[in-house]
């Protein structure tokens, strides 16, 4: 299959909107990754979706909206809780998992009873969803086991001839994957980590929040992540990496040291030093600097954790610890 390419133009747009109406892959950017884009109420579509990817079809895709009423064609019922976050937090990079129509073919939701739905920050996306006259389902437009895609040139190295159109949009933003919140059960749980915390779920709804207790540690095959994808090793890099946790100047000398010995020993070594002030940084970066060390056929990686305790932090370093092989050293 030739891939085409196409600018953020209305005319490029609706080119890209009519290949999604019809059935193809488009992938399109957004605030956080590019994702995938496809007719979210075609089943075959969805399986295109998760062929391209050589994902596993029981890891649901998110659905993309461009207006707040298209929820009430999805979703059974809409929270009053879903209502608030929405004003707060749309469009961006929070996703909202309601129970679905049935509308909704299982394909798209792995099975589930459930749909996740998000209003992404990018003009182009919406303008995209517009066009093609449907929801857009949409996973990370990378091939499954790669780093999530942050630009239009990590999509095409993925995915060039495997779908059949990418939008060369901005580079993304965010750079971590949206926050996945649960609005099924009593009160709202986070599934997967992101840019909106649970603070700010608390501060827009008044309800408790807290995170689903299978994504807190190592993955456990005793505790299964609501969330389906979570239970992959995402986001690995060819490299061996190794996360260092302490004081910043501990971390700082100890890593200067180890890929000082492990260069003299002939390996190709990266270092990633981010301090606690640059984590929106490095939440933007974190996904390209590993590609980046796969196309250097860099051998080991080196990384200063982020400190515990801050929400923000504590998201990146879920990809983090994925992408090490929850490999940490404390100095
Ligand atoms: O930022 C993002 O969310 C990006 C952009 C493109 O919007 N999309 C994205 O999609 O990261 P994906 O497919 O790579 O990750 C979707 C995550 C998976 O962990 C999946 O298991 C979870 O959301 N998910 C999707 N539908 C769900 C549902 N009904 N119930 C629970 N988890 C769900
Ligand atoms: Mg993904």
Request: charged content about 25%.
């Amino acid at each position: 299959m030739r891939t085409a390419y196409f600018t953020t133009s209305e005319d490029d747009l609706r080119k890209a909107g009519a290949i999604i109406a019809a059935g193809g892959l488009v992938a399109f950017p957004t605030e956080t990754v590019y994702g995938l884009g496809a007719d979210a109420l075609s089943p075959s579509a969805a399986k295109d979706t998760y062929a391209a990817k050589g994902r596993p079809s029981d890891n649901p895709l998110i659905v993309h909206i461009s207006a707040f009423d298209q929820i009430e064609t999805l979703a059974e019922e809409v929270p009053d809780a879903a209502k608030l976050l929405a004003d707060a937090f749309w469009p961006g990079p929070l996703t909202m998992v309601l129970r679905k129509k049935p509308i909704v073919p299982d394909e798209t939701t792995g099975g589930l009873p459930t749909v996740a739905v998000r209003l992404p920050d990018s003009d182009a996306a919406r303008r995209l969803i517009d066009l093609a006259g449907t929801p857009v389902s949409g996973p990370s437009a990378n091939l499954s086991g790669h780093p999530s895609p942050t630009s239009w040139q990590h999509c095409r190295h993925d995915l060039d001839g495997r779908i059949d159109g990418i939008i060369m949009g901005e580079p993304c933003r965010g750079g971590i994957e949206s926050t996945v919140l649960d609005l099924t059960g009593e009160k709202p749980q986070i599934l997967r980590p992101g840019l909106i915390t649970p603070e700010m779920v608390t501060e827009a709804t008044g309800l408790p929040c807290g995170y689903d207790p299978a994504i807190l540690g190592r993955p456990d095959p005793a505790l299964r992540p609501k969330a389906p994808g979570m239970k992959y090793r995402h986001y690995a890099p060819k490299a061996e990496m190794i996360l260092y946790s302490g004081p910043a100047d501990r971390v700082r000398s100890v890593i200067g040291k180890e890929a000082e010995k492990q260069r003299a020993l002939g390996k190709n070594v990266a270092v990633l030093l981010y301090g606690e002030e640059e984590t929106a940084l490095l939440a933007r970066e974190f996904f390209a600097r590993l590609r980046e060390a796969d196309d250097q056929n860099v051998d080991l990686i080196l990384a200063a954790a982020l400190p515990a305790g801050d929400e923000l932090a504590f998201s990146v370093m879920n990809r983090m610890l994925k992408a090490a092989g929850y490999r940490i050293v404390e100095v």
